[in-house]
């Protein structure tokens, strides 16, 4: 696995924010988006935006926010249940990584090993998230760019 420390800058979304277990919440958010998006004919790129540790909390305690990039200044309808929010920016380890199976945790795993093994770095506060580059949701098999929030180490 390729990866690097890259700089973001901050990101507009559209989307909807989820708790509970992610197996059952990003893919019921992403058929929301997907139907909003069909409706509304937004393109943008595809995020989940990760919020708790799952070896940490309990399944229902973790939230994550399945949206579209959008720009800044698009406003959603008076009516329309989708949220609008930012994607921090600052620096990120970043990986590109094919999963198989649909085993996100696996790729999740070896990207905090990768940056473990790094050293000088340690996450910081912002949520982790991963930019959907295939849509596997068939075959279970994707192309996903994924993203850890980091700071240089204390």
């Given amino acids: 696995m390729k990866a690097s420390i890259v700089e973001r800058n901050p990101q507009s979304w559209l989307g909807y924010h ?21 409706e509304h004919k937004v393109e ?3 995020l989940a935006i990760y919020y708790g540790n799952p070896q940490e909390l309990p399944p229902e305690e973790l939230r994550v926010e ?6 800044e200044e698009m406003i959603p309808a008076a009516g329309d249940d989708i949220e609008k929010g930012l994607l921090p920016g600052g620096r990120y380890f970043h990986a590109r990584v094919e999963v198989l199976n649909n085993d996100f945790f696996s790729a999740w795993r070896s990207l905090f090993d990768s940056l473990n093994a790094l050293g000088g770095w340690q996450v910081d506060n912002r949520p982790c998230f991963e930019h959907y580059l295939s849509d596997g ?6 192309l996903v760019d994924m ?8």
């Fill in 147 to 154: 993203y850890i929030p980091v700071r240089a180490a204390d």
């Fill in 18 to 38: 989820l708790q509970g277990p992610w197996q059952e919440t990003v893919p019921r958010g992403f058929n929301q988006l997907k139907s909003w998006v069909s």
């Fill in 137 to 142: 949701s068939d075959s279970g098999d994707w």
């Fill in 66 to 71: 399945t949206v579209i990039t959008a720009p």
């Fill in 44 to 46: 943008g790129e595809w």
